[in-house]
């Protein structure tokens, strides 16, 4: 089954404890990019990637991190995560160069930090 | 700088009947892509429609529909014979291929609760 598996689910955590939320598809998708979700805010885009070893800034990098060593996964790293961090993020991924391809979802991590 | 607006935060339809959500978008570009994406409460992000710029035809999918209007930047969907299960979050999006890879924008959720 054609997918994006993103854990974990949820994840409750202390400030400046770092963590990491994975993220993989088997869609042999080219592009994956990391969101996250805030009430009154939609989806913001936190950092993407066109393919292994690419990665850029969206338009909320400050305090994330990513790494794209494999095509298949890219995990969103919070080196020292604070409580402004609680949102709920998602990742997605995508075929590039096929604007019409849309975004396949994971099904979100819900974090909170204390 | 690319936007998406949904003035609607909230809005309620009885079941079996018609509503339409607006999106506006702003862009400078000309080749972009449409979609509407919807967000039931277990989170997951669905699907719903999806629409080519160059296209004069509204894309239509089963009691989905869209009403584009390319000059004025609108994208309004349509939602007819509401189920319960259309109670859901609705994001409106756009994207644009660029060299830098195909870039996402969101607009900020419609939620819509279908009253039976």
């Known amino acids: 089954e054609a997918q994006v598996t993103q854990n974990p689910r949820y994840l409750i955590t202390v400030t400046g404890k770092k963590l990491t939320v994975t993220c993989s598809q088997n869609m042999n998708h080219e592009y994956m990019s990391w969101y996250r979700q805030d009430p009154g805010l939609g989806l913001r885009q936190i950092y993407y990637?066109?393919?292994?070893?690419?990665?850029d800034k969206g338009d909320v990098p400050e305090g994330y991190k990513v790494s794209r060593k494999e095509k298949r996964n890219f995990p969103l790293i919070l080196e020292s995560p604070s409580p402004n961090q609680t949102s709920l993020y998602f990742c997605?991924?995508?075929?590039?160069?096929?604007?019409?391809?849309?975004?396949?979802f994971g099904n979100g991590t819900r974090l909170t930090v204390t | 700088a690319q936007t998406v607006t949904q003035s609607q935060p909230e809005m309620s339809v009885q079941e079996a009947e018609t509503v339409t959500l607006s999106c506006t978008y702003d862009t400078s570009e000309s080749n972009y892509y449409l979609f509407w994406y919807k967000q039931p409460p277990s989170r997951q992000m669905i699907l719903v429609i999806r629409?080519?710029?160059?296209?004069?035809q509204n894309a239509t999918e089963n009691r989905f529909s869209v009403n584009f209007q390319k000059a004025a930047k609108s994208f309004s969907l349509k939602i007819s014979d509401s189920q319960l299960g259309d109670t859901a979050m609705y994001f409106c999006?756009?994207?644009?291929?660029?060299?830098?890879?195909?870039?996402?924008?969101f607009g900020t959720g419609t939620s819509l609760t279908v009253i039976p």
């Open positions: 999006a756009f994207t644009l291929q660029t060299n830098t890879g195909n870039q996402f924008y």
């Open positions: 629409q080519e710029a160059y296209k004069q």
């Open positions: 997605a991924s995508s075929l590039y160069r096929r604007a019409l391809s849309p975004l396949h």
């Open positions: 990637s066109m393919n292994v070893e690419v990665t």
